[in-house]
């Protein structure tokens, strides 16, 4: 029997190889003989880095970077494919969890420590960045992480501005030749589900802003800001981002991953599972279990388990999820296509106690649920 | 397929015919044309009746009976068999949970009420009583029971004595001369599982009597009486309890019941299974569901889920069993022969958040049980 362990990370919780791992002991204590594949999955957000360095045998390396307020962090980013390809996630260097309340401030933020990380892994050789990008603390339309790649910015008085969220309305001019000469040669992959545009009422800075701390007075700056930014792609570099779907992503960064570094947006999930080889896996499997940590009926599955089961009802797969919390009609996700969806809890418990026992509570659900499943007689 | 589901009572929440109709519902809505047989079962103790008159669809009569002090109550009992037999719980008259804790004194109480139920179905006509004698207040050696039989017991000085546990030392004679003259065409069946016999170290009075207000000065005393009683049932009636398992059940009703009333006392268990026809249905079935409040895996399965495991294990039935609440080594439980265990929780929740949806959730797991169990391709 052919069982492919697909699961989310479990938030704050479990990361997808640790939830993998827990699945595939459940059971192999049952089914020794399984052939068991565990294949962590992310949707581009955090655990990104994780499960596909798991999921590819990869590699996580350490350096130096700088968070959203330009203060020298450790970070570490993943390659896989013999370091061809990096695997980066934004949060780690510019995500909003690394700012107190009261530094949350997106004219004051920038991507700079997510472009010192694409340095690093270009010059470390790679020929394709996969960028996962949610959580970011900024507004800034990728300038910074453009600075970090060679590219200068500078006012209608031809002075440089720092790349930070409040500069963007003062650019009045890109300076491209001093970019980083490997930058053409590497491909990158921006794992995002968001689909907002750059602006308009829609954009990064109306939607997002807020959570970053904007006030209703700063997303008025950030907009015209971004859309000076885009106005001087168009004029400096011939690139129109218009209203590209996930544009607005990252305050923007998904817009300035595309002008800056020639970037490919792709839902992140998909671009995830094509890595993980998630379709070449599913073929011939006889039954795929997947994962997360809330799965809620009013809202559907998060993206990893609808992905998953949509890619194994492709290939006629049955698929089981798990699920820290299962709220609301269970059975209308049935309908859906899921074979089934069981809870790991073992009876009335906290969320802390699950949390903290979550790996062992993984493993028995998944070993009583396959000895049902093969114990058919 | 042929689905039978055997529940437990899931204690102070759901009874069994409850819990049986909830898995039925589950299984229901995902295999319409299952043949699903609804065998709810108890082991003798608390929802004895109720299961015995849902799974033989029987009745429930309604009288007025006495409880441990003597004091009027309506109590219920089952009529089953077309009327043929009843299914009394004794606690229903003589239990402890019918005291505060202030009037509990196996000195003052008596199994009087139950003796009247008894009373009440012979009168109907029953050829047969399932007597059920978990949770009794008293400590009487059945005599109140045998006084509303028309047994009578006399002093030394030749007065009656009240049939309440301190009498019982005082008996010289028990006359039998007007015992209910139906009494001799009914069997009765103790459900217990209690091997405790009436007298010793191991006996009703040292064993059982401090839970129901005993001091250790009113142990000797009942235990001295236990022992007068036994005396009189060799002298006046020409019968020998000596260490019968299970005669000091229920404060010694359990002896009482066979030196009065010839009573054969059963496994509680077996004796419900057997009335409940759980072998017949058992035969030929693809799977059985059975279910308690709780399962833990270092005191194993209560009686029911225990016995559902054996009979169906006998007939080469699978068995799954779901609980409140899941606790320990559940493998250990497999290696049981129990093709698996889940918890009927979706999630963290509290003990009364279970108990308030118990019904919906048994529904919802067994839904998803059976979809694993069917969906095997």
Known sequence: MKIILAPNAFKECLSAPKAAAAMAKGINAVLPQAEIREIPLADGGDGTMEALVSARNGEIVSIQSSDPLQRKIPVQYGLIDNGQTAVIEMALASGLWLLSDSE????????????????????????????????????????????????????????????????????????????????????????????????????????????????????????????????????????????????????????????????????????????????HHLKGADLAITGEGKIDASTRFGKVPAGVLRKANAVHVPVIAIAGQLSGDVESLNREGMLALFSIANGPLTVQESMDNAAELISQVCGQIIRVYKGRS
Request: aromatic share 6%.
């Open 104 to 279: 949350k401030n997106p004219l004051k933020t920038t991507t700079l420590g997510t472009g010192e990380m694409i340095v690093d892994a270009i010059e470390r050789g790679v020929t394709s960045i996969i960028l996962g990008i949610g959580g970011s603390a900024t507004t800034d339309a990728g300038i910074g992480m453009a600075e970090a790649l060679g590219y200068r910015f500078y006012d209608a008085q031809n002075e440089p501005v720092a790349p930070i969220g409040e500069s963007m309305s003062k650019i009045k001019r890109i300076d491209c030749s001093d970019v980083h000469s490997q930058l053409k040669n590497v491909k990158i992959y921006v794992a995002s589900d968001v689909t907002n545009p750059l602006l308009g009422p829609d954009g990064a800075a109306p939607v997002y802003g807020p959570q970053k701390g904007a006030t209703p007075e700063m997303v008025q700056i950030l907009e015209q800001g971004l859309q000076t930014v885009s106005n001087c792609w168009v004029s400096d570099m011939n690139v129109t981002i218009g209203d590209l779907p996930g544009g607005g992503a990252a305050g923007g960064l998904g817009a300035g991953l595309v002008a800056f570094c020639g970037a490919e947006i792709r839902s992140g999930f998909d671009l995830i599972a094509e890595y993980a080889d998630l379709d």
